[in-house]
């Protein structure tokens, strides 16, 4: 099993209030540098920087890390346009930074990036491959693609309180900018990318023609994110069984919407809890609280654990050692 | 313990007839990307291609990979110019391929490159590095910089018969080209690959900075190239402890010299032999007859193999594996 991890940006994310990924607007952009660089070297050693929330929530990223110290798989990151330099090794498949999907073009020649992604993805020795994103803003952009393809629109936050309304304004403005209805875009996955999507969605919509075409399992580590790619490869034709991989914390509140996606798309839904209730460090607190929620392979990750008999004490007591090296010890009072 | 592979190229290796690392001179520029596919995957997934000469004797990648294959250590991989797009993933340090050296410039703006290399590397969680290369053309631009810093010119080359003279005539055209006579660049690393030297050289003489900044062991594996670069260090004030693994057949012929430039700047050299004489494989027997000889990393994994207590036997063998799955069976008559 090898995880494969999509890092990068979009303009979108830039709207103030649509994203928790990074303290504040201006770290947002360094987030999923940051992230590839936590998963691989358990440092950040260009970036400089663990992305934390104001209230002390850590990106999903550590867990990711916590889980890969007990567990040691092969990790591969893709340059899925980011926009700050990585000390982390990427591969490169061509993407660029997306676009403000307001703008008339999201993402520019997803064709290419798709391609290179599963000439990539097809060729790796693993069977089977565990695939991660991190891009913030990327709910947003889900829920544009979703509309866009005429599927249920499921949307999670990395906020505690979603601001659906305003995402549902940005995509309609979106759908506009692109002179699209919703459902215009069904059988058209490249297109859905190119109006109103972003380049982590190309990059994986990749990874899962390669792993079809080689016989390869994949399961999407995520939420909606994930779900929203899961349709992207069933307009795309993409037949094989595909599982997403997701935490509690998304499922938690809106249950009923992505289990019916899930069931639409015929995707396997499978939620890992770690039972975050069991301890009492902040981490556990703002996850509990509804804040990050998933992605950077959490969800598939927590699976993986569990499959291997990792009993979820560990991972906890792994999560609160990690986060004390690289955050600090957790304030006394975290009320 | 993690094997950092610095991956580039430089137009010089088109001037026909100086380098052997690719079966011809359009191949030439996938070598470096195909040997970085083939540390880290085992397989060349996105260049389809492993570097084999005419005469059937595998890149040292081949050999870097068996001993992985038993030893399991982590790699992480630098785009140090790079001009064909690689499955491995990659840091960007902001290199781009290097010119002809006889050209005024060789490597723009070396510096950048230098500063990101040695962030990265001061960073690492681990306390020890190995550092390899793999550049088509290394050793002529190693002889410029050897001259172009009035160090002792030591040259080896991936061809059974050096073209000793027509490099010699290149790195002379290329010091005029560039304005500097033999021995001008010393103390001034960045000048000597600026005017003639190549990216590989500028991404590891960063690390070697960012080794000596934060403590760490550094042993650079290969032959000349290294020295070469070992050479720049030095000319750059660090003063840390210098090892360079290579393999006996850089060392055969030219001993002396070797030795020599090595005591000068202070470097260990450690030779680590995996007696491809007790084999009639066609690898052993290329690499025995002087073709390739190093590359990489092969020199340093060697050592690592002998350190583990790793049998030069079990090491052939794994090349054997290896060479069988990736090139094919090897021909009945070798002679």
Known sequence: ?????????????????????????EAMPVTPSADLELVEYGAPVRTGQIPVSPTGCPTPALITRAIRDLLEFPVTAIDAGLSVPTGAPTVDIGSAPGADIREETAVSTPE???NAAATVTA??????????ETIPGGTTTALAVLQALGETPAVSSSLPENPLEQKQEVVTTALRASDI???????????????????????????????????????????????AIAALARHDGIEIPLTVATTPFVV?????????LADELGVTLRVTDPHFEEGSHVAFQRYRAGEAKEGVGMGGVLALAADADVGMEQVRSRVQKRYTTHIGPPPAQTQ
């Open 181 to 227: 209805t919703p459902g215009a875009c069904a059988k058209a996955p490249l297109a859905a990318i190119e109006a109103v999507g972003d380049p982590v969605q190309a990059a994986i919509l990749g990874m899962i023609r390669g792993a079809a075409s080689s016989e390869m399992e994949i399961t999407l580590a995520g939420g909606t994110q994930q779900l």
């Open 1 to 25: 099993m090898r995880l494969i991890l999509a890092g990068g940006t979009t303009a979108t994310a830039r709207i103030p209030g649509l994203s928790a990924a990074g303290a504040d607007p």
């Open 252 to 260: 938690d509140g809106q249950r009923e919407t992505i289990t019916q």
């Open 112 to 114: 290419q990036q798709v």
């Open 123 to 132: 060729s790796i020795p693993e069977q089977r491959v565990l695939v991660g």
